[in-house]
């Protein structure tokens, strides 16, 4: 197991890698920031000036070798438009998306897991029917619309909860339905698509021919196949539950880094993008390798290898 | 251990009775007919082996029996009587009592019949945890013991180990400790050993007439190989197009067969150090299960039929009907004689 | 019925075969009701995508700053003049909502296509040459399931700049590796196969052994895979332009309208309805015919 997970490690860095380089890259496209940085009314020679001091005259090569050796001391540069350190200001707003994404998956597990179920068992059934229209249209709607949606109904006309800002729970429960809706729908369908697949296997109808119980067939044998499918799927969402954070943070004027890496993406402070986007790479490979020691703990198949 | 076996009416009544059992399964492309009016008797502690090409409905027989068919199929008219109690009646919570404590199975592929994500150990001790409420350790213990039982050697060990760490053989045997763990009035083996090596069929084979000797069990052994049913089993029902075509004493079976469908089948056992020109097959296949033919369902693949030229074959469907000491056949070569179409009796009546 | 497809599949040419194939998904296909109204609201979306100058009743850019904010026909001030209302500097939102199917229908397709035939052929590279290139291939499409490419997207948007070519090819970026990767597996487990096999003996090219032999085996594959793609990418290009690297302002596309509505939500909401239904209804379609589509083509796809 051990070696597996070294390898798993292995893959995943080379994920962030291939994630940095790419950045970089597209970030030195367009030419070197400095002609934004400079003020509009100063002398070629001061911009020519300032290019040599921040290294964009080296070759691309040297200025990559360069950026990787800052980023193994997680050193991004300054924001150019603060002036603080880029790292730092990622730092300052990362808990509020961590917030944000928590809710949401608590949301996602909580919800959409015995809906899942529910839907699995209400197959060919009016319930089942009605369930899956849900689900469709969950996965139909872009979040930033039902953020909207949700905030004309419970913000606007019944004032129950607040549409903008963190703080309190109920700052929470709008911004983090919002985020999980799509995944809810997608979780539902997954959990609900795995179960009836389960449900279909062999060792389930031996273990009716056992005499066990309806309600523990499914919640012990059938179930716990399941799980270790929505392991992995989670897993992966949860990468995608920051990138849907985005939007979020947006609608709802959430303080998160989601909202500042647009920002600074419109604003052209690439050290800051390249900043947001490596802590995010790094939750999502360790997420990953979470998910893959909680799976081969759960899959004996995969745990005697 | 409870043996609820009741060994005094056994000579009154048979341990299972199914009769004119019916079992279609609703499709979109028509109702096929899987079981369509078979009858079938168990008495206490024998083992009956229901033999027949795959498709003919032994399977659903048996899950039938069990109440375990999946939707679209559903048991659309017929009797089962389990010990004095008609199963179809019995609610669901019953049924789930009943099952695996007094009625268990074993199926074809063992490895997928066992539970990937727990230990056989705890796959066989979840017998005794849910039908006689006992605590986790002791009924781990006893499952251990079963393991020995069924000649899984460093028992304590295996127990740990999970399904696919374990090959078809051993499989099969945890099955057959987990389907015997409560000692159950009847097995039911569904094709036991048709996926299992060849090497391995035998003692598997063994295992399970030894097993259910000692406890008196009885046994519906369903396979498509007559050879199985010969070494294995005290009487045979042979199975065709949802029906059965004959039932006899093994040995009054093999030795006066007298259905041209069983005939076909015994022929066309590959007989070692005979060398023949090609198998023996019976020519043509299994009807089509949604459009039956009206008469025999056996006709169009019929020798016998063709030779004596029997219209009636075609048109109407002969009854199953006493011709020996408990052996019964459906056919009119046995039915009529000098063509008539008079049944020579018109129901077989209670086999003894 | 039956007895003719056989016989047409026995005596004919492939291409009855073929014709007989499709006409027996077909047949599938409109089975399901729900099928047939996805199927609907599909064609419906690309009739008012393409007819969009004869659809709607106004020009959608023109102005008139003595009806803003009108709202639409069934309430108070609203007129049959406008629908579905007038925006904040009085451009009709039905016209602007007709000709925001335009982009979206336009620039899903497109880029939809375009990342199938992109992500196919890096599958197909991935599968037939060395390890090496092989593994690049298949860790980019790593990074880009478990990573928000959002972020890249934007940063891309940011850098180059905005233009509808240039968020074709950001979308082709986004919504290429699910190809890939079925081309590639089927690729590999296709290559040992003994038609593979005869034919390399034979000489046959592996440009030619791509296209011939495993392009039609991928095929239903990467129809389902395309259809939901296409969701994909017009909710993706919603989301770009509603963070304002998408389509600029003032050609109209749902995304961009959905921004200016938020700004409204408390007095003018029909800013944000019709754009925002107009997105789930396409989506909502696509996202069926994709299911419709799987389970007619093959119910054990698991895309």
Same mark, same amino acid.
């Given at each position: 197991m051990g070696r597996l997970i070294a390898r798993r490690l292995l893959q995943l860095i080379l994920v962030v890698v291939v994630i940095q380089t790419v950045l970089f890259f597209i970030l030195r496209l367009s030419g070197d920031p400095v002609s934004l940085l400079a003020p509009a009314d100063a002398s070629p020679e001061f911009v020519e000036d300032l290019r040599e001091r921040m290294g964009f005259n080296d070759p691309l090569y040297v200025q990559y070798l360069r950026f990787v050796q800052h980023t193994a001391v997680l050193d991004f540069g300054e924001s150019f438009l603060t002036h603080r350190p880029a790292i730092e200001m990622v730092f300052d707003r990362l808990p509020a998306t961590v917030e944000l994404a928590g809710g949401a998956l608590v949301l996602i597990i909580l919800v959409a897991i015995p809906l899942g179920v529910f839907a699995a068992m209400g197959h060919g059934k009016s319930y089942g029917h009605f369930l899956t229209l849900i689900v469709v249209i969950g996965q139909a709607m872009p979040s930033f619309w039902l953020g909207i949606l949700l905030i004309m109904v419970f913000s606007v006309d019944l004032r129950l909860l607040p549409s903008f800002g963190r703080g309190d729970l109920s700052h929470l429960i709008l911004p983090s339905v919002t985020l999980a809706a799509w995944f809810m729908a997608k979780t539902t369908r997954v959990v609900r698509a795995e179960m009836l697949e389960v449900l279909r296997q062999d060792y389930i109808r031996a273990a009716h021919a056992k005499g066990i119980p309806y309600h523990l067939v499914v919640s012990k044998h059938a179930f716990r196949n399941v799980l270790i499918t929505l392991t992995t799927v989670l897993g992966l969402d949860v990468g995608q539950l920051l990138g849907g954070a985005i939007t979020t943070e947006i609608v709802f004027a959430w303080s998160g880094m989601g909202r500042q890496v647009v920002t600074a993406a419109l604003a052209r402070d690439y050290n800051v993008v390249q900043a947001s986007v490596f802590v995010i790479a790094i939750i999502v490979v360790a997420v990953n390798l979470g998910t893959d020691i909680l799976y081969h703990y759960l899959d004996p198949r995969i745990r005697a290898q | 251990m409870t043996q609820t076996g009741s060994s005094d009416h056994t000579a009154l009544q048979p341990l299972l009775q199914v009769k004119d059992l019916r079992t279609h399964f609703f499709t979109r492309d028509g109702v096929v007919q899987a079981v369509d009016g078979v009858d079938l008797t168990i008495q206490h502690n024998e083992i009956i082996g229901l033999v027949g090409e795959s498709g003919c409905g032994k399977s659903v027989t048996a899950l039938s029996i069990m109440r375990?068919?999946?939707?679209?199929?559903?048991?659309? !008219?017929?009797?089962?009587?389990?010990?004095?109690? +008609?199963?179809?009646?019995?609610?669901?919570?019953?049924?789930?009592?009943?099952?695996? !404590?007094?009625? !268990?199975?074993?199926?074809?592929?063992? $490895? +997928? +019949?066992?539970?990937?994500?727990?230990?056989?150990?705890? $796959?066989?001790?979840?017998?005794?945890?849910?039908?006689?409420?006992?605590?986790?350790?002791?009924?781990?213990?006893?499952?251990? !013991?079963?393991?020995?039982?069924?000649?899984i050697p460093d028992a304590s060990t295996r127990a740990k180990s999970y399904p696919h760490q374990m090959s078809g053989g051993q499989a099969q045997r945890v099955m057959i400790a987990i389907a015997l763990a409560l000692n159950p009035e009847l097995l039911i083996a569904d094709e036991p050993t048709t996926a299992l090596d060849v090497t391995v069929q035998a003692q598997i084979l063994d295992l399970i007439r030894d097993l259910s000797r000692r406890i008196n069990t009885a046994v519906l052994l369903i396979t498509h190989e007559l050879g199985v049913i010969a070494e294995m089993a005290d009487r045979v029902a042979v199975m065709y197009a949802g029906r059965i075509l004959e039932t006899a004493h093994t040995k009054d079976l093999f030795a006066k067969s007298s259905h041209p469908y069983t005939q076909g089948l015994i022929n066309s056992i590959p007989v070692l150090g005979k060398v023949e020109k090609r198998l023996n097959v019976i020519p043509g296949s299994v009807p089509n299960l949604v459009e039956l033919p009206d008469g025999c369902r056996f006709a169009p693949r019929c020798q016998a039929r063709r030779e004596y030229d029997l219209e009636i074959c075609n048109e109407q469907e002969p009854d199953l009907v006493l011709i020996g000491n408990g052996h019964k056949v459906r056919c009119w070569l046995h039915q009529s004689s000098e063509g008539r179409q008079v049944p020579l009796a018109t129901d077989g009546g209670n086999e003894s | 019925m039956r007895k003719q497809l056989e016989m047409t599949s026995n005596t004919a040419d492939d291409l009855s075969k073929e014709v007989s194939w499709i006409r027996m998904v077909a047949s599938e296909f409109v089975r399901s009701k729900v099928n047939v109204v996805a199927l609907g609201l599909f064609i419906i979306s690309v009739l008012t995508a393409l007819f969009a100058p004869t659809v709607a009743p106004h020009d959608p850019l023109s102005q008139d700053l003595m009806k803003r904010l009108l709202p639409p026909a069934w309430i108070g001030e609203g007129t049959g003049e406008h629908i579905l209302g007038t925006d904040t500097v009085g451009r009709d939102v039905l016209s602007r909502v007709v000709f925001g199917a335009r982009i979206s229908m336009g620039i899903g397709l497109t880029s939809a296509t375009i990342a199938g035939i992109f992500g196919v052929l890096m599958g197909l590279i991935s599968g037939f040459f060395g390890r090496g290139i092989s593994d690049l291939i298949m860790r980019i499409t790593d990074a880009q399931l478990s990573f928000p490419f959002i972020i890249v997207a934007i940063t891309i948007a940011a850098v180059v700049g905005s233009g509808l070519w240039k968020l074709i090819i950001i979308l082709t970026l986004w919504g290429w590796a699910p190809f890939a990767r079925v081309a590639?597996?089927?690729? #590999?487990? #296709?290559? /040992?196969? /003994?038609?593979? #096999?005869?034919?390399?003996a034979l000489g046959a090219h592996e440009l030619r052994i791509m296209f011939f032999h495993i392009l039609p085996n991928i095929l239903s594959a990467v129809v389902v895979i395309w259809t939901f793609t296409l969701a994909q990418m017009i909710l993706a290009e919603s989301t770009l332009s509603f963070l304002g690297f998408g389509i600029q302002p003032p050609t109209p596309s749902w995304g961009e309208m959905l921004t200016t509505g938020r700004q409204y939500i408390s007095s003018a909401w029909w800013l944000s309805i019709f754009p925002g239904v107009s997105i789930m209804l396409t989506v909502l379609a696509v996202n069926l015919l994709g299911d419709g589509l799987r389970d007619a083509l093959d119910p054990n796809l698991r895309v």
């Open positions: - | 375990l068919l999946d939707h679209p199929g559903r048991i659309v !008219s017929g009797e089962v009587t389990f010990d004095g109690t +008609s199963i179809l009646d019995l609610s669901e919570r019953e049924m789930v009592d009943l099952r695996g !404590s007094r009625i !268990s199975m074993i199926f074809q592929q063992p $490895q +997928s +019949s066992l539970n990937p994500i727990f230990s056989v150990g705890e $796959q066989i001790a979840e017998m005794f945890q849910i039908h006689q409420g006992m605590h986790k350790a002791a009924a781990l213990d006893k499952a251990i !013991s079963l393991l020995c039982e069924v000649g | 590639r597996s089927s690729v #590999l487990s #296709l290559k /040992e196969r /003994e038609f593979i #096999l005869a034919s390399r």
